[in-house]
């Protein structure tokens, strides 16, 4: 679905590269971790996925066009990045969630409430929730509500910078559990997940890649002895 | 109601001495008492202010008194395009954040607004037997459209600016989501707009009630019958305001192009606060 070739980003064109000619495949089905270390470049690499900065070099292919021009925001409404610090206007949960449906890309959707209080109830969150005010959030439901807010547009490729980095370990577990669904609910889905938990990694994903100064180095092999997702076994 | 009837006694004003501007600026050392008695420090920078007053007003008259005389259509333009500049450049000088390329479109966008304005009065609603480039007519209009201008185009600019730096979080998330450069930035832009313009509305609600318009009262003292003068003060209000509307407009989609590119991107890195005390 995605090809991403030679991506270069470089800081105001002097040599401390931030990311160096990045070639990357995305294909339905995908669950990808991408680990590395912090200032590796992982987020500015999914940013530059989404086509959200000024590429230095490179290009990114969507469905085998050209991502540019007009074409980005319906492209981006494919292809969603997951901020690792999500920032909205002040509001309730349910405003937050309708924002992005009176875009224009989105404007055909119905917001559902049903679907969302179904999540929430994977989540561990009632109802009640939708009309929290935004302000009395803590940093994990702020994520979760970043979640839903993206999840529930459809698109066909998360890309996730660090989704469960303010979670506890039980609804981390439950947001893993709800993303790999959503990810095998249809064929044309793919996510990229960062994260600096190779345990995690390797829950959520069928492929690691690893990040190192700017650069994919190999495919890290799953180290022996790590606990394999019981209830979500490899489906390779 | 007779004394509508009656004709207003007109008298011819009174032309001032260097003598008797002498004894006005006794009056500016009331201020000077003040910042002693009170330990104000502000002797120096006062006597500074009330000689650039003297000397800056004094070079503007010399200026004027020869372009007047002169009354040629080009002594005109190069006068209008100084003051042009001035104003732009003060806009510049006024920026709380700049970004690389703000000039331009500070520049276009007081270019634009005030020589259209000007234009469109000159030529239509105070057509006459004048020529258009009547300096009496062509220099204190453009002057007063590009002071009001100014304002609206440095506040908008600003404010565009400061939203786009505040509110980059959401701009980002709207964009990452689909949102066109448009939609992502349309808060940001209306804001600026209302900061931009609210002044001259401000005062077109208020004007004459609390104080009168120095224009007006220029012409007041000269000798202008109170109702001429309050038609010209109506077309200079909706002179300026226009043209602070326009320009400000400008302003912000020159600048709103500057910072987001074709591909629905925000360059945040064009961005930077001025440093005031680097500047000094």
């Known amino acids: 679905m995605l090809d991403a070739i030679d991506l270069t980003r470089a800081k105001d064109g002097d040599p401390p590269l931030l990311i160096h000619r990045i070639r990357l495949s995305l294909r339905a089905g995908d669950r990808l971790a991408l680990i590395g270390p912090s200032g590796s470049g992982k987020t500015i690499l999914l940013r530059a996925l989404a086509f959200l900065d000024p590429l230095d070099e490179g290009a990114i292919f969507w469905r085998g066009e050209q991502v540019g021009g007009n074409r980005v925001p319906v492209f981006r409404s494919r292809v969603v990045y997951l901020h690792q610090r999500p920032d909205w206007t002040a509001g309730t949960v349910e405003q937050v969630l309708r924002e992005p449906l009176s875009l224009e890309v989105h404007r055909h959707r119905a917001f559902s409430r049903d679907r969302i209080v179904g999540w929430l109830s994977r989540l561990g969150r009632s109802a009640s929730f939708l009309e929290q005010s935004t302000r009395d959030l803590s940093g994990g439901e702020l994520q979760l509500l970043a979640l839903m807010r993206i999840v529930q547009l459809d698109p066909n490729i998360l890309l996730l910078d660090e989704p469960t980095a303010a979670l506890d370990p039980t609804t981390t577990s439950a947001v893993e559990g709800w993303l790999m669904d959503w990810c095998d609910q249809a064929a044309d889905r793919a996510y990229v997940w960062v994260t600096h938990d190779m345990v995690q990694a390797t829950r959520v994903s069928r492929r690691v890649i690893r990040m190192e100064r700017g650069e994919l180095v190999a495919p890290t092999a799953t180290p022996s002895g790590l606990p394999q997702s019981r209830r979500y076994p490899s489906q390779e | ?260 590119n074709q591909d629905h991107q925000l360059l945040i890195h064009r961005i930077r606060p001025v440093d005031r005390r680097a500047a000094r």
């Open chain 2, 1 to 260: 109601m007779s004394f509508l009837g009656k004709k207003i006694p007109v008298h011819e004003y009174i032309e001032l001495s260097y003598g008797q501007v002498a004894l006005a600026a006794v009056l500016i050392l009331v201020n000077a008492a003040i910042s002693i008695l009170l330990h104000l420090k502000m002797e120096r920078l006062l006597f500074i202010a009330a000689g650039r007053t003297v000397v800056q007003l004094l070079m503007v008259g010399l200026v004027l008194e020869w372009v007047f005389r002169w009354e040629k259509w080009y002594a005109v333009i190069g006068l209008g395009t100084v003051m042009t500049m001035i104003a732009v450049w003060t806009v510049l000088y006024q920026r709380t954040w700049r970004y690389s390329g703000d000039w331009f479109a500070s520049m276009t966008a007081m270019w634009l607004s005030a020589w259209s304005v000007t234009a469109y009065v000159l030529a239509l609603v105070l057509h006459g037997s004048a020529p258009w480039y009547t300096p009496q007519y062509a220099i204190p209009l453009l002057g007063m459209v590009l002071g009001n201008s100014l304002n609206g185009i440095a506040l908008g600019m600003n404010a565009f600016t400061e939203s786009i730096v505040a509110q980059r979080g959401q701009i980002e998330s709207l964009l990452a989501v689909g949102a066109t450069r448009w939609e992502a930035s349309r808060e940001a832009m209306q804001h600026a707009m209302r900061t931009g313009t609210m002044p001259i509305i401000n005062s077109m609600l208020v004007v004459g009630l609390v104080s009168l318009p120095g224009m007006m009262t220029g012409q007041l003292v000269s000798g202008m019958e109170p109702i001429q003068a309050v038609k010209y003060q109506i077309v200079i209000m909706f002179m300026t305001a226009s043209a602070t509307a326009l320009g400000t407009v400008l302003a912000v989609v020159g600048s709103f192009y500057r910072l987001f």
